[in-house]
């Protein structure tokens, strides 16, 4: 049986377009799933994994732009996964998909990026669904700026959707997204974040998912510290690190770096600490994020007291010879914890 | 049958005595249990339910001695359980008891009640045996200087169990207690904690136990007010708090005070905040502790960076007229967090 797209009523379309799978839609002439155009810009350290994973989930017959300001990174992608069409300009990338998903390092990436995105029409069919997922995790009020210009453009829908989980996370598929989105985009980009990832949160409007994951990182990198010292002082004293590690994570001070990312080495195993303090969540990230949810709340006329002294102590591990590109539990060994 | 005595051999005697059920004693001559007599000093907010619970755990026939140096609670607790038996002085408990427990507020109090107990030789036929269990939160070391004090005296052995849980798990027998004693007392000091908790980790040596609870509570101390400012720069920035902690507890961020105790009312039922912040563990306990673990750590040469800001910040809200003496996390409304 086929039938006429026009004579759809529109809600009938969008339960055909949630059949589809992975963001796709269907022809309403054969009822058969139409090919999707994906485009993924930055395949840094998160990027590159996230957009493997995407490949390997997405139908074979989708096709995947993909960009990097470095060519190698594209090139390498090409040819560990095939099926991607590297391009030499985000341009192309926006000229050619329907869902363009970035991965960039900070705020003005994300602006330039759409700024050469949103300048001229796309060549699809249409652009009215178009959509815009940023994963990067930049400041909400540039991200704000970001999602009216796409939208004034009349160019797509923009969602912010950051993920946690680290290089692991992403290279396992098993990250979390926090999207800051409109209600209505929700269940199509969940399914596109599920090819990257376990679970999808929607915290709210759009920012909501940036303002939710700097909220999240402020505390991580306070609670990070304080592990640190507790663990410092503990072992100082003379404790043993793995009979205070278990008695903490069975009492109040139970937290994500006394049970996962300890800080001491040897007391877990496999964490960053047991393996010479390796990344893990580098120090200079955790302190991007945290200048990031420091700016943010000073934007909101709110002022950590214990954030800012965190920030200072992040800045001086991040230029510390011994500490400098590890995983940010080396906080411990800044602090001249016995190793 | 019978058996003498005399005839026993040491470590079958030990044998005999850990089958006595809660730190008791069998009667060689009989096999039947012998009668305990215990001594209870401290009946404040976590030391009275602890007795409370401690004398309906205790054989009937097995005496325990109470004392306070405000009389009423004293007679508050044989009003309702009966049973005990109320003494004017700590040497009278010293004379009559071979298991005591010590719980007082600092380092002075538990000072001045050893040097009254260590004054007089004790009545009962030996003191070989007798066991002092000291459930306060002091410095480690003034509690060693205690603990020498007694064994020097050759009057029995001393031990630190301070706990974890607080005034909802003294009351349901719920507590978690940090054993700091050698090993081969062990056994017969955790009998008789299982009686007021559930839990009783053995931390190493004497002092152990309150190191391991300062190193807690410090971490405790840093993660509440990081959570009470994630919070708030979260809800400030209009985020739901409900949304926002269930995310962060699915995340890096999670610790006991975003789980158990989250700062915002409302968010957990029956929380101290959701009862307008009534405790709970009170802010003036936060800091007493914490000045004790900055104590300890000096003392170590070790000085932590957060905790100091951290120490800062309690004092002001134990001072504060809308914050003083409630619980820990109304942090969050000193920093002016939304209600």
């Not at 949160?201 to 909501?208: L, W």
């Not at 010292?229 to 069975?250: F, R, S």
């Amino acid at each position: 049986m086929t039938m006429r797209v026009s004579s759809m009523a529109s809600p009938l379309k969008q339960a055909f377009s949630n059949l589809a799978g992975p963001a796709g839609r269907r022809s309403f002439a054969t009822g058969t799933r139409l090919e999707t155009n994906y485009g993924f810009i930055g395949l840094g350290q998160m990027g590159y994994p996230m957009a493997r994973n995407l490949r390997s989930k997405i139908a074979k017959t989708d096709t995947m732009y993909v960009h990097d300001v470095n060519p190698a990174m594209s090139e390498q992608l090409e040819k560990e996964v095939g099926n991607v069409k590297v391009v030499q300009s985000v341009r192309e990338i926006a000229e050619n998909s329907e869902i363009i998903l970035t991965v960039l390092p900070a705020p003005h990436h994300v602006q330039n990026v759409f700024q050469q995105m949103l300048k001229g029409s796309a060549k699809t069919s249409t652009t009215r669904d178009r959509l815009f997922i940023d994963c990067s995790t930049i400041d909400p009020k540039s991200s704000a700026g970001v999602a009216n210009a796409t939208h004034s453009s009349g160019q797509g829908k923009f969602v912010d959707a950051p993920m946690s989980g680290g290089a692991v996370g992403a290279a396992a598929g098993t990250l979390t997204f926090m999207l800051g989105s409109s209600p209505d985009l929700v269940p199509r980009v969940t399914e596109v974040l599920k090819c990257m990832g376990k679970r999808v949160v929607h915290m709210g409007p759009q920012t909501s998912g940036l303002k939710g994951k700097l909220a999240n990182n402020y505390l991580l990198a306070l609670n990070n510290i304080a592990t640190c010292e507790a663990m410092n002082m503990g072992v100082k004293w003379g404790l043993d690190p793995t009979t205070l590690t278990d008695m903490i994570n069975t009492a109040t001070g139970k937290c994500w770096p006394s049970e996962v990312n300890n800080p001491v080495p040897g007391v877990v195993e496999n964490s960053p600490a047991s393996k010479d303090y390796k990344p893990g969540f580098g120090t200079a990230l955790m302190l991007k994020d945290l200048k990031l949810a420091l700016q943010a709340a000073a934007e909101a006329n709110v002022t950590p007291q214990l954030g800012e002294h965190a920030k200072n102590i992040y800045a001086a591990v991040a230029e510390d010879e011994k500490c400098k590109d590890r995983d940010f539990s080396v906080v411990y060994r800044y602090i001249g914890g016995k190793e």
